[in-house]
């Protein structure tokens, strides 16, 4: 079992540019969270799938953030037009069932962005 | 609505002393999950620890933590830290209980960093 999968690792982009990441859920699991870490703000909830249907997307930024799972194996969230602010450790995590509940949540190694 | 503090952002200990991290939550059901997470530097988060049985002591990893409902507090606590400890440290919530819905997710706490000295 590889885990969650995460590419880029680190990405560097401009200000104004659009940054794409992925991630790919461990087999099986059914549900795919999307955070954002920063020393300030901690982990920040964005959005969440299960069975690749948005459940709730009440942390994302409703401007230039979205999401995507068009399958059971890889999940994107994109950003347009990054802006510094958005420099961030961007963390994916799945799980078996809902997420919530008793079901342990395994995130991926995290893409590091860097909007210049 | 449902919350979690941990109201220390930086815990500074030296090896050998105890350890304590504070998670205090809210939330309007009787059936909270809490959950204690540690992401070292360099790897992915992982989970530690997890209750949702009141004044029952969870241990794992030499870390224990007892769920409180009376005072709602799930704080994470070792008998003697290690130099290997140092780490983010965050609480969780369920803000569903099981059984009430199926489109739960967690609430977390800003987290904790453990820096363990020599």
């Known amino acids: 079992n590889a885990g969650v999968i995460q590419t880029p690792r680190h990405k560097v982009t401009g200000k104004g540019q659009e940054a794409t990441l992925w991630c790919e859920p461990i087999s099986g699991h059914s549900a795919v969270f999307w955070y954002r870490q920063t020393i300030v703000q901690g982990l920040e909830f964005l959005t969440y799938f299960r069975n690749q249907a948005p459940i709730d997307d009440s942390g994302m930024p409703k401007e230039r953030f979205s999401a995507q799972m068009p399958n059971q194996s890889h999940s994107t969230l994109k950003i347009q037009s990054t802006q510094p602010q958005d420099s961030a450790v961007y963390l994916c995590a799945s799980s078996s069932r809902g997420g919530g509940n008793q079901d342990t949540q395994y995130f991926g190694p995290g893409t590091r962005l860097l909007v210049l | 609505g449902d919350s979690v503090t941990q109201k220390e952002g930086l815990v500074t200990l030296t090896e050998g002393l105890p350890v304590m991290l504070n998670c205090t939550y809210q939330?309007?059901?009787?059936?909270?999950?809490l959950f204690w997470y540690v992401h070292y530097l360099n790897e992915s988060p992982r989970l530690l620890l997890k209750s949702s049985t009141d004044n029952k002591r969870t241990e794992h990893q030499g870390f224990h933590a007892t769920l409180h409902k009376s005072s709602s507090s799930f704080h994470l606590q070792k008998s003697s830290a290690q130099l290997s400890d140092s780490a983010l440290y965050y609480c969780?919530?369920?803000?569903?209980?099981f059984g009430v819905g199926d489109n739960s997710k967690l609430i977390w706490g800003l987290g904790t960093s453990l820096v363990v000295n020599p």
């Open positions: 969780a919530l369920s803000d569903t209980p």
């Open positions: 939330t309007i059901y009787s059936n909270a999950f």
